[in-house]
């Protein structure tokens, strides 16, 4: 009867309208007290998740599925889940959550292998657009466990305009939140999409206007292209100063 109504979740977790109460469902069975007993319940999980015929769709679920055990606090089996991911790229994103997870854990040692790990899986990435995507996540995470040398060096690889601007705004704000205004900003000024140099900007220079410095939003704001967002932008800031 547990592996009936183990496959019936299984077959709704591929559905993203019903997505949210499986994950919820599974997180209950998946995680009992005795280790023995999760081990052998993600085994039967993983036994009915191959019975799902979109390759793509099962892998993402099987993705989510560490996720979810890994945010009850099980990283030791949320693990092997995402190395049964075959995907590389999807791979690649779940040993990327694993290692963040570790590294707030206090579990460094543990978490900078498998980013390494998720490094080389989302460069093997064949499809263009899921590697950049792929890689463009590896170098947000890498951004935020301070390994933000060899993030750059990452990003500056993405062949994506888009992504790669996208990786320079992650590693940007993590550089604003330790309070390094002056690399974030030229971080983003590297990024050769307009549209995502735009957003960054917009985005740093209401960060300012949040730390009351007015002589950084302003300048930072009319350096945007857009005129609307520009407008937008300058608004907010004003916003933002006249409530404070």
């Known amino acids: 009867q547990r592996l009936e109504r183990i496959k019936a979740l299984t077959a ?7 997505q949210l109460a499986v994950l919820a469902a599974l997180a209950g069975l998946a995680v009992p007290e005795q280790q023995a007993d999760a081990e052998a319940l993600l085994g039967e999980i993983r036994t009915a998740l191959r019975s799902v015929g979109d390759v793509d769709r099962r892998e993402y679920a099987l993705g989510k599925l560490a996720e979810v055990v890994a945010g009850v606090g099980r990283l030791d089996l ?8 075959a995907v590389p790229d999807r791979r690649a994103a779940a040993l990327c959550m694993l290692a963040r997870r570790l590294d707030r854990a206090g579990r460094r040692d543990e978490a900078m292998p498998m980013l390494t790990e998720a490094e080389t899986l989302a460069g093997d990435t064949m499809d263009p657009e899921r590697r950049a995507r792929a890689q463009r996540d590896v170098v ?11 993030a750059e060096t990452l990003a500056g690889q993405i062949t ?8 320079l705004n992650r590693l940007a704000r993590a550089e604003l939140a330790d309070g390094h205004w002056d690399r974030a900003a030229a971080l983003i000024r590297q990024v050769t999409d307009r549209d995502v140099r735009d957003r960054g900007l917009a985005d740093l220079a209401l960060r300012a206007a949040d730390d009351r410095r007015l002589d950084r939003a ?7 292209a857009d005129p609307g967002l520009r407008v937008r932008t300058l608004g907010g800031i004003t916003d933002r100063m006249d409530r404070r």
């Open 160 to 167: 994506d305009p888009v992504q790669q601007g996208r990786a």
């Open 218 to 224: 302003e300048p930072l704001a009319r350096e945007i």
């Open 12 to 18: 709704a977790l591929v559905d993203p309208d019903r």
């Open 78 to 85: 949320a693990e092997p889940l995402a190395r049964a991911i």
């Open 140 to 150: 947000g995470v890498l951004a935020a466990v301070g390994e933000r040398e060899r």
